[in-house]
């Protein structure tokens, strides 16, 4: 069975574009979830979707950031503007329903993004 | 709000050597709790985890039991491996819809 997968692996942009990445979810699993890892860091929450819709984007750190589940299986995490400080890698997680204190995400690799 | 403590690192082991890596979290709701490992080269991977109180979780010979009295989830494991130098992150979640807040993980290194 397949994992988590997200493309790309690596993302090199310039200051000020606009990137978007891509989490395709294990199948069946109803909740995602998107964090962000510094280097040295543990991973930072940004959002949680439930299904199609966003349950919780408590953690997105701002107006540039946003991200779409529109069928409920595939997200994409948009940055518009990039700065900097956006370099880090972005994790994707899913889990079966998101739903109880038991449930557990299993992680894809992560992209890696580099802002010059 | 909700926080997790990892004790600071680096550890370096020789390899048969025992471990035990500190974790305490702040004791907000009734949360889960888990140790996740991130192999070099590798993505996050659930090592263990515990449910509740006085649970223990374990796997390929780590153990960790939650401790509510003293807010811990430390990691033990009797005899380490090189196959064991890695990332070490605990991490809680809210209960209330499973996002998770990790510490700020532990590079555990063994040498032959």
């Known amino acids: 069975g397949a994992g988590v997968s997200q493309t790309p692996s690596n993302k090199v942009t310039e200051k000020g574009k606009y990137v978007e990445l891509r989490c395709d979810p294990i199948s069946g699993h109803t909740a995602l979830y998107w964090y962000r890892q510094s280097l040295g860091q543990g991973p930072e929450f940004l959002i949680y979707?439930?299904?199609?819709?966003?349950?919780?984007d408590s953690g997105l750190p701002n107006d540039r950031f946003f991200a779409v589940r529109p069928e409920g299986s595939v997200s994409t995490l948009k940055i518009q503007r990039t700065e900097r400080g956006d370099s880090a890698v972005y994790l994707c997680?899913?889990?079966?329903?998101?739903?109880?204190?038991?449930?557990?995400?299993?992680f894809g690799p992560g992209t890696r993004l580099t802002v010059l | 709000g909700d926080s997790v403590t990892q004790m600071e690192g680096p550890v370096t082991l020789s390899e048969e050597a025992f471990l035990t890596i500190n974790c305490t979290y702040t004791a907000t709701g009734y949360p889960s709790l888990f140790w996740y490992v991130q192999y070099p080269g590798e993505g996050l991977q659930l090592l263990l985890k515990a449910t509740k109180a006085d649970d223990k979780g374990s796997n390929k010979g780590f153990e960790a039991t939650y401790r509510k009295e003293t807010t811990s989830f430390h990691l033990e494991k009797g005899s380490v491996q090189v196959s064991d130098s890695a990332v070490y992150f605990c991490a809680r979640n809210t209960g209330a819809n499973s996002k998770l807040t990790f510490g700020k993980g532990i590079t555990l290194s063994v040498r032959p």
């Open positions: 997680a899913s889990s079966r329903d998101g739903l109880g204190s038991t449930d557990t995400q299993y």
């Open positions: 979707f439930q299904g199609t819709g966003a349950a919780d």
